[in-house]
């Protein structure tokens, strides 16, 4: 949302004493002795010879050209900028030359963003949409989509690749989605400079080659009882939906934010539509007895047939998941994280059962990222995976000294 600021329609109509008049944040409005009005944006940059600061002024538009509106969103664009170190009078002189050659990306990415916001999860992808790009490409922003080449985009990705690789894979792949969009649109013609087959992979080292994965650090499943245990000793809203987690090997977003309409006692079952999963889709989860002891627990907070399974501590909002992360801490987890505990799932199921992987791996809703595999896979193993819940649900709420003796099952 835009700052509201001092002027408005009416009172520019009315201003006729010549300066600069400010309507807050940078932005001036300038009335000429002749009457003619424009907008200029304020910013102060250092000398770098004599290092005191000086003041820059940068025109705008004139008001028959630029709205109200439309000079805020600049000045906003131009204080963005400055935070990330850049120099709006340079990005205004190449947003002038960008227009006489095609959409500035700025404008080309808030067009894209648009284009794809229903589509996307929630508003909240779509304002981190825009701020990785605002604030690790800022200096592709103010650029004709034209302009933009191999070396402007590497100027951006250099800086943050080995250090932040998966957050400058991300500003790549961005990148790319938008200049390939202004392609679309008919805005710029030619390769897309931020493709990473056969272009940038040439020029940048792989993301395996720079950044190891970092695994979450898991609890180990032969010890899951003993946290279980601990858990059940707590009387927080956080330890039973900690619990819930771990008994359907949920993510901690999926967990917190679990509603009663989702949730079939009679059935024992959990469906999570795919609004509030990370791959889209919906996704089914059979529940085991101890899973539906902790609902049955929790349905003395229930005030409406579509609320949180699990309150947080605010009317309508759901826990935190720092207060899931506190939990695990007080129940002995150590360096676990609250993600870690679906690798101890996974590690049981591996180790400790015969069920075959794609039914563990259904369990934990991963996308199969084998195409060929996954188009062949019409079945989401439900009534395999009520057996294997029931069994880690046993397995979790087992005695910790029985649980430290169980010889793990192999396949025969």
Known sequence: ????????????????????????????????????????????????????????????????????????????????????????LAAERARRAGHAGGRPFAEAMTLYIEAHRSGWRSEKHAAQWRATLEQHAARLLPLSVTAIDTSAVLAVLRPIWNEKTETASRVRGRIENVLDYAAARGWRVGENPARWRGHLDKLLPPRSKVAAVEHHPAVPWREIGRVMARLAESQGTAARCLQFLILTAARSGEARGARWNEIDLDAALWAIPGSRMKAGRDHRVPLSEPALTILREMKRLKRRPDGLVFPGGKPGSPLSDVALSKALAVAGGGDATVHGMRSTFRDWSAEATAFPREVAESALAHTNKDKVESAYARTDHLDKRRSLMAAWGEHCTRSPDATAHVLPLRRA
């Open 1 to 88: 949302m835009l700052m509201a600021g001092k002027l408005s329609t009416l009172a520019i109509a009315r201003l006729t004493r010549p300066g600069n008049h400010a309507d807050g944040g940078n932005l001036y409005l300038r009335v000429q002795p002749e009457g003619s009005k424009s907008w200029v944006f304020r910013f102060k940059r250092r000398n770098p010879v004599t290092g005191k600061d000086k003041t820059t002024w940068v025109g705008l538009g004139s008001l028959e050209l630029v709205s109200l509106a439309e000079a805020r969103a600049r000045a906003l664009e131009y204080r963005k900028l400055l935070r990330n170190g850049g120099d709006p």
